[in-house]
């Protein structure tokens, strides 16, 4: 199904492969950044990955600017805010995300407030709301889930008003992402197994949405290939430095496809669980996944059932009836799902992940009023989000 018109849009220089991040320097200087500030958090600096990113400085003759390296698990208003104080005092002129969604999404914020020095971060809050380009920012992955060193997104939560702010900009794209697998090789097998369920989340959700094209079909199906194939090898062996750069390219790549054609109901369920109950996002992706491929069935069931050849293969595409591919790919990624479980311990229902039976109203509430809801091909109602919820408890 070919759109009538369509954009895709992804300005962001990508470097793939083992010990690239020694560019870094090199990257930097021709942005005209001299005093980079890294933001990054502890679990990272526990990694020892802080240490890697300062040693390809070592002989560039750049100095490091400041290193922020406590941004929280969901980035906050008053995080961005700190750090771009300390942007401000050490006289920084570019940026550094070291790490996953959180360090990449703060590191954005903190972008838009070193960049416009007006207002406050609540007033860029929205879509397009952001005039003219930022400061350079170049983004390494420390997990391989997000995408975040290609989109246009940033997530920034609100403590006081319990509220997570999205900010959506190409303004807000990175200028450069560094793949290198050595960022990655020490994350652990369930940390492995949930962000790799999110890019999977990511490449699906595009490849169904309304704002499908061609090309964010093309990032997503080659995603979808990558992570069924990779993802068992890299929690089998961490350690394994090509499923870790191939995972890697994945996430990038579903990263792009999202960005470009967005994501649906999968997400506004997971935004709203991490909302209520602070389920990690990667688990409520890898729990709600299938749910909302099935949910989705009355309006694309023909379109899902295509996701069965990257992620099945030829020979199962081949064999299964056309009528039936969309329930099959279902049926293999519960399959999938329980190998994840059994493997690196990723829940599959909500009960398992923390969810108490009382919270899935408020849950519910939170996800039909989220903003992902606006591409997805089937409408959900209360009662629906309900009932859904009911099935993933």
Same mark, same amino acid.
């Given at each position: 199904?070919?759109?009538?018109?369509?954009?895709?849009?992804?300005?962001?220089?990508?470097?793939?492969?083992?010990?690239?991040?020694?560019?870094?320097? =090199?990257?930097?200087?021709?942005?005209?950044?001299? #005093?980079?500030?890294?933001?990054? /958090?502890?679990?990272?600096?526990?990694?020892?990955?802080?240490?890697?990113?300062? @040693?390809?400085?070592?002989?560039?003759?750049?100095?490091?600017?400041?290193? =922020? /390296?406590?941004?929280?698990?969901?980035? @906050?208003?008053?995080?961005?805010? %700190?750090?771009?104080?300390?942007?401000?005092?050490?006289?920084?002129? !570019?940026?550094?995300?070291?790490?996953?969604?959180?360090?990449?999404?703060?590191? $954005?914020?903190?972008?838009?407030?070193?960049?416009?020095?007006?207002?406050?971060?609540?007033?860029?809050?929205?879509?397009?709301?952001?005039?003219?380009?930022?400061? &350079?920012?170049?983004?390494? &992955?420390?997990?391989?889930?997000? *995408?975040?060193?290609?989109?246009?997104?940033?997530?920034?939560?609100?403590?006081?008003?319990?509220?997570?702010?999205?900010?959506?900009?190409?303004?807000?794209?990175?200028?450069?992402?560094?793949?290198?697998? #050595?960022?990655?090789?020490?994350?652990?097998?369930?940390?492995?197994? !949930?962000?790799?369920?999110?890019?999977?989340?990511?490449?699906?959700?595009?490849?169904? +949405?309304?704002?499908?094209?061609?090309?964010?079909?093309?990032?997503?199906?080659?995603?979808?290939?990558?992570? #069924?194939? =990779?993802?068992?090898?890299?929690?089998? /062996?961490?350690?394994?430095?090509?499923?870790?750069?191939?995972?890697?390219?994945?996430?990038?790549?579903?990263?792009?496809?999202? @960005?470009? !054609?967005?994501?649906?109901?999968?997400?506004?369920? *997971?935004?709203? %669980?991490?909302?209520?109950?602070?389920?990690?996002?990667?688990?409520?992706? *890898?729990?709600?996944?299938?749910?909302?491929? #099935? =949910?989705?069935?009355?309006?694309?069931?023909?379109?899902? *059932?295509?996701?069965?050849?990257?992620?099945? +293969?030829?020979?199962?595409?081949?064999?299964?009836?056309?009528?039936?591919? %969309?329930?099959?790919?279902?049926?293999?990624?519960?399959?999938?799902?329980?190998?994840?479980?059994? $493997?690196?311990?990723?829940?599959?229902?909500?009960?398992?992940?923390?969810?108490?039976?009382?919270?899935?109203?408020?849950?519910?509430?939170?996800?039909?009023? /989220?903003?992902?809801?606006?591409?997805?091909? %089937?409408?959900?109602?209360?009662?629906?989000?309900?009932?859904?919820?009911?099935?993933?408890?």
């Amino acid at each position: 199904m070919l759109p009538s018109s369509f954009e895709f849009h992804n300005p962001v220089k990508i470097i793939s492969g083992y010990k690239v991040l020694d560019n870094l320097p =090199y990257e930097l200087s021709q942005m005209g950044a001299e #005093r980079p500030l890294i933001i990054t /958090d502890r679990g990272v600096v526990e990694a020892g990955l802080v240490r890697i990113v300062r @040693s390809a400085f070592d002989s560039s003759g750049m100095t490091i600017g400041a290193v =922020y /390296d406590d941004v929280p698990p969901d980035s @906050s208003v008053d995080t961005v805010n %700190a750090i771009a104080d300390v942007y401000r005092k050490n006289q920084c002129d !570019s940026l550094v995300a070291v790490g996953g969604g959180s360090p990449i999404d703060t590191a $954005k914020g903190v972008n838009i407030l070193v960049s416009h020095e007006k207002g406050t971060l609540k007033d860029y809050m929205g879509a397009d709301r952001l005039s003219g380009p930022l400061k &350079p920012l170049v983004v390494v &992955p420390t997990t391989a889930g997000t *995408g975040s060193e290609v989109t246009l997104v940033a997530v920034i939560a609100d403590t006081r008003d319990n509220v997570k702010m999205a900010f959506v900009s190409r303004h807000l794209m990175p200028d450069v992402a560094l793949l290198d697998p #050595r960022m990655t090789l020490t994350m652990p097998a369930k940390i492995t197994a !949930s962000t790799g369920m999110d890019a999977l989340s990511h490449a699906m959700e595009a490849w169904v +949405g309304l704002q499908k094209n061609p090309l964010s079909d093309a990032h997503a199906t080659a995603a979808i290939t990558l992570i #069924r194939h =990779y993802l068992p090898l890299a929690i089998a /062996d961490g350690k394994d430095r090509t499923a870790r750069l191939a995972l890697a390219n994945a996430s990038c790549m579903a990263g792009a496809a999202f @960005s470009n !054609s967005m994501v649906g109901m999968v997400h506004a369920l *997971g935004h709203a %669980a991490g909302a209520v109950c602070h389920i990690p996002h990667g688990v409520a992706m *890898g729990i709600f996944l299938p749910h909302g491929l #099935r =949910y989705n069935l009355l309006k694309r069931a023909d379109i899902i *059932g295509e996701l069965l050849l990257p992620f099945a +293969g030829a020979d199962i595409y081949a064999a299964t009836p056309s009528a039936q591919r %969309a329930d099959r790919l279902i049926a293999l990624l519960v399959e999938f799902q329980r190998f994840l479980k059994e $493997k690196a311990g990723l829940p599959m229902r909500l009960k398992d992940a923390g969810v108490r039976d009382d919270q899935l109203g408020a849950i519910a509430l939170k996800a039909i009023n /989220d903003g992902a809801l606006m591409m997805n091909p %089937a409408e959900m109602d209360m009662d629906d989000a309900r009932r859904l919820l009911a099935e993933a408890f």
